[in-house]
């Protein structure tokens, strides 16, 4: 490993503190300088299930050193028949547990097209069982927190089985990883909309684009709060391309906290001295001799 070399991109650097997994930072320094992934558990003295945590933190983060895995879409899956169902209930133990744990979390019984649909999982996806139910027990929480008194479908729940295929979350501590990036998203996002007196709703698709972005350039809530307050005095309410410009601006200038935003501030108010050119420092001198 070359430790002496190593230089760590400050894109890179946030998200690990993010991610607040001090495995996670370790493997990561250690891939960073070099080392061999297939050697990372031993070298680092790893127990198994805090090495797949660390890895599965790398990978949700978009750290792990490997080629994205090919885009898979809901249409692409195989068409899955009624026999197939039979089959698979018939000689498939762990599909026959899965099916009665899916209708237990969802409270309702499954139809044979939902059927399908969960065959696909297991299948098509290849997600073993235990990700599966905690993939739907993701989903209901989401619901929840988003205001629904409905259990999702299995329609719904396709769409995020593909995301989480693609995105190679295929074992139970990748799950984990991956759910505790998302709650810790969710806990920022709620605490900036709470800033921007945001109530009673979700936000919109673009408005969490605007939101995520001020995250991902790491302003504090001081910062973000003085920013809100701004945009109010100068549009009458909250303009999120109004807010957005002022941000670009502090973020440019390096300005991401209350106590930088004021900094900046009193430098931009302060008076600014200019200095005299010869000819002017001349005439005052001419002017002081002759009194």
């Not at 370790?26 to 050697?39: A, H, K, Q």
């Not at 599909?95 to 297991?122: A, H």
Request: charged residues 25%; glycine residues 8%; contains cysteine.
């Amino acid at each position: 490993m070359n430790i002496e070399s190593l230089n760590i991109p400050s894109g890179d650097l946030k998200k690990i503190l993010s991610a607040a997994n001090g495995d996670a930072a370790l493997l990561y320094l250690y891939l960073r300088s070099g080392g061999d992934g297939r050697d990372a558990r031993e070298a680092l003295g790893l127990e198994e299930s805090r090495y797949g945590v660390a890895e599965a933190v790398l990978r949700q983060l978009g750290l792990w050193p490997e080629e994205k895995p090919a885009v898979l879409m809901p249409g692409e899956r195989p068409r899955y028949t009624e026999q197939d169902i039979l089959a698979a209930m018939d000689t498939d133990a762990s599909f026959r547990s899965l099916y009665g744990e899916v209708q237990r979390l969802l409270g309702r019984s499954l139809n044979t097209e939902e059927l399908k649909i969960l065959l696909g999982f297991v299948r098509y996806l290849g997600l073993p069982a235990e990700v599966i139910s905690v993939l739907v027990c993701y989903c209901k929480e989401r619901a929840r927190r988003r205001g629904s008194l409905r259990n999702p479908s299995l329609r719904t729940i396709e769409k995020e089985a593909y995301a989480w295929a693609e995105a190679g979350i295929d074992t139970v501590e990748a799950a984990a990883a991956f759910i505790q990036t998302q709650n810790q998203r969710e806990s920022k996002l709620g605490r900036l909309a709470a800033i921007l007196q945001i109530r009673g709703r979700s936000l919109t698709a673009a408005e969490t684009r605007y939101a995520q972005s001020w995250l991902d350039m790491n302003f504090d809530q001081e910062a973000l709060t003085m920013a809100y307050e701004r945009t109010c005095l100068n549009t009458g309410g909250l303009n999120w391309n109004y807010m957005n410009k002022i941000l670009l601006r502090w973020h440019e200038a390096g300005l991401h906290t209350g106590a930088q935003v004021r900094t900046g501030d009193a430098r931009k108010d302060a008076p600014t001295e200019r200095r005299l050119d010869p000819e002017e420092q001349a005439a005052i001198a001419r002017m002081l001799r002759e009194g």
